[in-house]
């Protein structure tokens, strides 16, 4: 993750967050403590949370996923714009990062909008489509272990509707992507999603330098 996009100068950064960021208090406070962790690296940037509100709203969500809730400031942006019978559902790994999700989502009043499960996001997002859920959701953020991208890539396209919206985060990987044919094992799983979004025909793809680069994807009918 970035705590500001890709490529900007902490000046124009502080610009955008000032002339378009409409953060709540509950939201700065979650992003304030956040930032006083060894990790704060995790969270998304205040930027990209206005603009999953903004894609929330414009795109009628009900139904929403998350893969990676670390904290909570990503879900409880998406949370904050459903409407009241909407619902998130939220996937992590880690009880400690999202023991804060929770206390801040309750502050927010969108506690009744959210369900978090706990355990590893392929397991989980596997569970689901045995339950049914394939073709129900709305809107999928993953931002979760990068290893297992092109895992969740396939998952969140089938647990999409027609027309849903799956974002991938980290997709610029920091320029990792481009630097010398070889990497670790995230920037080749990276690498490999991109190629794979990039020639499915099951959905029309964007990859725009919003945080550390955030991958769109919207599920042809």
């Not at 705590?3 to 709540?24: F, M």
């Not at 903004?54 to 990503?74: C, D, M, N, P, Q």
């Not at 027609?162 to 980290?170: T, W």
């Not at 920037?187 to 550390?212: E, F, Q, Y």
Request: with cysteine; glycine share 10%; proline share 4%.
């Amino acid at each position: 993750m970035s705590t500001r996009s890709i490529g900007l100068s902490p000046e124009l950064h502080e610009y955008i967050v000032a002339t378009s960021v409409r953060e709540t208090d509950v939201q700065f406070r979650l992003r304030r403590e956040t930032a006083a962790r060894s990790d704060f690296g995790m969270q998304i940037s205040p930027e990209q949370g206005q603009f999953f509100r903004f894609l929330i709203r414009a795109l009628g969500v009900r139904r929403a996923l998350e893969v990676g809730t670390f904290t909570g400031y990503s879900a409880l942006a998406v949370a904050m714009e459903l409407p009241e019978d909407g619902h998130l559902d939220c996937c992590d790994v880690s009880e400690e990062f999202t023991k804060v999700a929770l206390e801040f989502w309750s502050e927010a009043g969108v506690a009744n909008k959210t369900t978090l499960y706990l355990g590893p996001g392929v397991e989980t997002l596997d569970r689901f489509l045995a339950q049914g859920r394939a073709g129900t959701y709305d809107f999928a953020f993953v931002d979760a272990d990068k290893v297992n991208y092109p895992a969740y890539f396939g998952r969140c396209v089938q647990l999409l509707r027609p027309g849903g919206v799956a974002c991938f985060d980290n997709t610029l990987w920091g320029g990792k992507v481009i630097e010398g044919e070889f990497g670790d094992e995230a920037t080749l799983a990276i690498r490999d999603l991109n190629a794979i979004v990039g020639d499915s025909k099951a959905v029309l793809s964007a990859l725009v330098p919003v945080g550390d680069g955030l991958t769109l994807c919207w599920k042809r009918p």
